[in-house]
């Protein structure tokens, strides 16, 4: 046996397999990452839906009041002794924040949704040119406690 086929047969050296060690637990490494960060924003989506829906079900429900107070006296906010299972326009969601859960109108928390953050923002202003018309422009942010990412506006308008 010459000595070119001795060389030939011989295996890795021990650097070489080292090298291969930390190259591949490098590659190990970046996967792992990568399939962690998705785990862990695989439930956004959902989340999200969620907060739009949370957020439509407020907007339908204070389109359905009337503009302003039907016994006159409107403090742009709910008037005094008011309870969101007794407003009666618009101007008394004003200032709604629930920060303890998505609530329903008689205010019990709804099963499932205490994560959701919920303000509401009443404001008049004016659409159209030139003079244009009075509106009221009504904004519910919804929010989400674990996940900072969530942030759901639903605007609407409602013309006087």
Not at 19 to 35: D, E, K, P, R
Not at 140 to 157: E, M, R, S, W
């Amino acid at each position: 046996m010459n000595r070119q086929t001795a060389y030939r047969q011989r295996g890795v050296t021990l650097i070489e397999l080292v090298v291969s060690i930390v190259i591949l637990s490098v590659a190990a490494a970046g996967i792992l990452m990568v399939m962690t960060q998705t785990i862990l924003s695989s439930a956004d989506p959902m989340i999200r839906e969620q907060a739009t829906a949370v957020a439509q079900s407020y907007m339908e429900e204070i389109l359905t009041q009337p503009l302003t107070d039907p016994s006159g006296g409107e403090v742009n906010g709910p008037e005094s002794g008011e309870t969101r299972a007794n407003y009666d326009d618009v101007w008394d969601y004003n200032g709604l924040n629930n920060s303890s859960g998505a609530l329903d109108q008689n205010g019990a928390t709804v099963a499932g949704l205490e994560g959701y953050n919920v303000i509401v923002s009443v404001s008049s202003t004016t659409l159209g040119p030139g003079a244009g018309s009075p509106a009221l422009r009504i904004a519910v942010t919804v929010t989400h406690d674990g996940l900072a990412g969530i942030n759901v506006p639903v605007v609407a308008y409602r013309l006087n």
